[in-house]
């Protein structure tokens, strides 16, 4: 169904995934993408990602099943009291190596177990090297690539770079970004590995970008 799909990445969204996988950059990151079906009689559909929720940073493996559900229920329980029609639409992850940028199988796993709650989900992976360019003010294209779950369940990167499902909500994001970069918001975001060590971090990051 991904297939039949068009994604806005929201500023917001954007920005967070982006500022977590620079908060480690050794390691692998990931978290989840809070969205609405926003035009479904549409062709293509179109699924609006307008936040991202970080959750994990570990040098090699991402979270467990529990956790990760643990999460997802946590998630699902805060937006739906905003009352606006939110929900995980999908998931973002960040390979700890800036040359690989291949979707782990974790990832799809991950991917998978959202799919069931959702089937036009997303999988975003962060292209480190894009990251580089972006942060240093020399790209204004997306640092992900959209992978879409097809008919033989298997997450294939949407097109050769998925720009015909993809788009950033506003053009600018990249260059705020690099901004919140200047000023080192990267440090101050949080992500529910940070929240489990010390419950007082809040990993919904109310007021990062302010």
């Known amino acids: 169904m991904g297939a039949e799909c068009r994604y806005e990445v929201a500023q917001a969204a954007y920005v967070k995934l982006a500022l977590?996988?620079?908060?480690?950059?050794?390691?692998?990151?990931?978290?989840?993408?809070?969205?609405?079906l926003v035009e479904p009689s549409s062709t293509p559909a179109v699924v609006s990602v307008v936040d991202a929720v970080p959750l994990s940073h570990h040098p090699h493996h991402l979270p467990l099943l529990p956790t990760l559900e643990l999460a997802l229920t946590l998630v699902e329980d805060h937006f739906a009291t905003q009352g606006e029609g939110l929900a995980v639409v999908g998931y973002y992850h960040a390979n700890p190596r800036r040359d690989d940028a291949d979707l782990a199988p974790v990832?799809?796993?991950?991917g998978d177990h959202i799919f069931r709650y959702f089937p036009r989900s997303a999988v975003l992976l962060v292209d480190n090297k894009k990251l580089e360019e972006a942060v240093m003010g020399k790209s204004r294209e997306p640092v992900v690539q959209l992978y879409t779950r097809d008919s033989s369940k298997s997450w294939r990167q949407a097109g050769s770079d998925g720009s015909s499902q993809l788009a950033l909500k506003e053009p600018s994001t990249n260059v705020v970004l690099a901004d919140h970069v200047t000023t080192k918001k990267w440090e101050k975001i949080v992500d529910f590995d940070d929240h489990l060590d010390d419950i007082s971090k809040d990993w919904l990051n109310p007021g990062l970008l302010d």
């Open 20 to 36: 977590h996988a620079l908060k480690h950059p050794s390691a692998a990151v990931n978290g989840l993408l809070v969205g609405r």
């Open 107 to 110: 990832a799809k796993r991950v």
